[in-house]
């Protein structure tokens, strides 16, 4: 019981945190190079593997959607398919878990580091906001990135269909990518839009958060560390529930139904 207190406790404290977060994001000072080393390091610096991930993931959902599909005869819906699948849930969550565990535990380390080193208390000796200075920027920078990034990853998966389709499913690409196009609504592409820019802040809170509060010396930042990407990874799976049953009804009342 005490466990759960702590923990309900500790959820609470998070919440709070990345509430103060979205306040200070639109408030000043702004500090713009703190937030494009950020883009650089956290982002850029996550293109190889969000590539290479997604080309991999992309074929081997086609494998699998090529395959159910042979059972019906219907593989010229492959490219719907592949749309919907990876603009949709796929791309976003692929992305948003590679770069969490890589990105949030660099994050996490970081700033306990800073706490540990008591840098964090000369920023603001100095009269400065470590919120403001430390963590707004690195929300901002996941918060652009990461949508940007799940848009190479899905560039690359449904690129890595075309093969399967081609030789698996005995598809010709205009058949494929016809199909492609055909899903790449205006509603998929919100959906596909919305989740990644949302995971980007819940990364930079939860590792911001995590790092903050480092304790222990070198054996809390490995606590720190390893808690950032786990609890990074299953808020990335929450919130992905989440706006896709959320996200749906929205747009339904927008767009209507159908895909």
């Given at each position: 019981?005490?466990?759960l207190?702590r923990?309900?406790?500790?959820?609470?404290?998070?919440?709070f945190?990345g509430?103060?977060v979205?306040?200070?994001?639109?408030?000043r000072?702004?500090?713009?190079?703190?937030a494009?080393?950020?883009?650089?390091?956290?982002?850029v610096?996550?293109?190889?593997?969000?590539?290479?991930?997604?080309?991999?993931a992309?074929?081997?959902?086609?494998?699998?959607i090529v395959r159910?599909?042979?059972?019906?005869g219907a593989?010229a819906l492959?490219?719907?398919?592949?749309?919907?699948?990876?603009?949709r849930?796929?791309?976003?969550v692929?992305?948003g878990?590679?770069?969490?565990?890589?990105?949030?535990?660099s994050?996490?380390?970081e700033?306990?580091?800073?706490v540990?080193g008591?840098q964090?208390?000369?920023?603001?000796v100095y009269?400065?906001?470590?919120l403001?200075?430390?963590?707004?920027?690195r929300?901002?920078?996941?918060?652009l990135?990461?949508?940007l990034?799940t848009?190479?990853a899905?560039?690359?998966s449904?690129?890595?269909?075309?093969?399967i389709?081609?030789?698996?499913?005995q598809?010709?690409?205009?058949?494929?990518?016809?199909?492609v196009k055909?899903n790449?609504?205006?509603?998929?592409l919100?959906?596909g839009?919305?989740k990644?820019?949302?995971?980007?802040?819940?990364i930079?809170?939860?590792?911001?958060?995590v790092?903050?509060?480092?304790?222990?010396?070198?054996?809390?930042i490995?606590?720190?560390?390893?808690?950032a990407v786990?609890?990074?990874?299953?808020?990335?799976?929450?919130?992905?529930?989440?706006?896709?049953?959320?996200?749906?009804?929205?747009?339904?009342?927008?767009f209507?139904?159908?895909d």
């Amino acid at each position: 019981m005490a466990g759960l207190k702590r923990g309900l406790f500790e959820l609470q404290e998070l919440f709070f945190f990345g509430g103060r977060v979205v306040r200070q994001a639109f408030r000043r000072p702004f500090y713009h190079r703190e937030a494009l080393h950020a883009m650089d390091h956290l982002g850029v610096g996550s293109v190889g593997v969000v590539l290479l991930a997604g080309v991999f993931a992309g074929e081997a959902l086609a494998i699998q959607i090529v395959r159910q599909l042979e059972t019906f005869g219907a593989e010229a819906l492959t490219g719907r398919a592949m749309a919907l699948g990876v603009v949709r849930d796929l791309g976003p969550v692929l992305t948003g878990l590679i770069v969490s565990g890589r990105v949030a535990s660099s994050i996490a380390a970081e700033l306990g580091g800073m706490v540990l080193g008591k840098q964090v208390v000369a920023i603001q000796v100095y009269g400065e906001d470590p919120l403001q200075k430390l963590v707004v920027p690195r929300v901002i920078a996941l918060a652009l990135m990461v949508p940007l990034l799940t848009l190479l990853a899905d560039a690359v998966s449904i690129l890595g269909g075309d093969p399967i389709a081609r030789f698996i499913g005995q598809l010709s690409p205009a058949v494929y990518w016809t199909g492609v196009k055909a899903n790449l609504t205006l509603k998929t592409l919100v959906i596909g839009t919305l989740k990644p820019m949302v995971f980007g802040v819940t990364i930079g809170v939860i590792a911001c958060y995590v790092g903050l509060r480092t304790t222990g010396g070198t054996m809390g930042i490995g606590l720190a560390t390893r808690k950032a990407v786990v609890w990074n990874s299953i808020a990335i799976l929450t919130v992905n529930l989440l706006i896709t049953q959320l996200g749906f009804r929205f747009l339904e009342s927008i767009f209507g139904r159908g895909d």
